[in-house]
């Protein structure tokens, strides 16, 4: 089992929210807290340091995070906005510990035990992926830091999906078809608006 000081956590929160307006989406007001103080919620305690991956408002995230990290910028490439597995593999290279767990800023539903879940479920894997029954999250995973190297050389092969470079690792999936609600996302204002009211109106039940 991974202890908890060998295990750093990494909210991905560096993508350029084209669908909401070009908003940065993990400060986005949701059920009375930024989106990724949800996600802060999920994690904190349960790993050793806590990063999250930002291109912008480093100031706005450093409240809610032990460090925030920028995408690295690839020797000779133009930087910008080049998809979560760039998120990813700057947290590889971030933290300071053997495992690095990622999620995501705009899910704020995700369970309560994930990462004792995802510590559980890895076994003597290099790569978890959360699976909610029916698709797999590959931004929800739980990864060995030492693939650093091997993810500087796909990258630098031009791939940026995050499921590829996944495939060619030895990596299982982590069954969470209990809680499919979990993982809901939100990408535009009005998933923002109905995810708000359905999950704010049964939290409001359970508490009744
Ligand atoms: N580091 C980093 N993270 C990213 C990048 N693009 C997306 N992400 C993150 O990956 C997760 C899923 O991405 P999306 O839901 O597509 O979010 P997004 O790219 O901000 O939104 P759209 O522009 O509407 O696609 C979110 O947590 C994003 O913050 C990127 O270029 N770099
Ligand atoms: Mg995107």
Redesign the pocket.
């Known amino acids: 089992m991974i202890p908890t000081h060998e295990l750093t956590g990494m909210i ?9 307006g070009g908003r940065d ?2 400060l986005e007001p949701f059920a009375g807290l930024p989106l990724v103080g949800h996600v802060v919620k999920r994690l904190e305690g349960q790993v050793g340091e806590l990063l999250i ?1 930002a ?1 912008r408002n480093a100031d706005a995230y450093r409240f809610f995070a032990d460090r925030v990290i920028a ?1 690295l910028v690839m020797d000779g490439a133009e930087g910008g ?4 597995l ?2 990813i593999y ?1 947290g590889l290279r971030a933290a300071k510990t053997p495992w690095l767990l990622v999620a ?3 899910s704020p539903a995700l369970p309560d035990d994930l990462v004792a879940r995802m510590i559980k479920g890895i076994g003597h894997h290099d790569i978890a992926v959360a699976f909610d029954g029916e698709r797999l999250h590959p ?1 929800v995973a739980l990864l060995r830091t030492s693939l650093a190297d091997d993810l500087a050389a796909t990258l630098a092969e031009g791939e940026r999906k995050i499921d590829r470079w996944y495939a060619r690792h030895d990596w299982c999936r982590v069954d969470m078809s209990d809680c499919t609600d979990a993982f809901a ?1 939100l ?1 535009t204002e009005e998933e923002k608006l109905r995810l708000e009211t359905t999950l704010f109106n049964s939290s409001a039940k359970e508490a009744r």
């Open positions: 991905l929160a560096g993508g350029e929210g084209r669908r909401m989406k993990g991956n291109n995408d906005f080049k998809g979560p760039m998120g700057s995501p800023c705009d931004v996302n990408n």
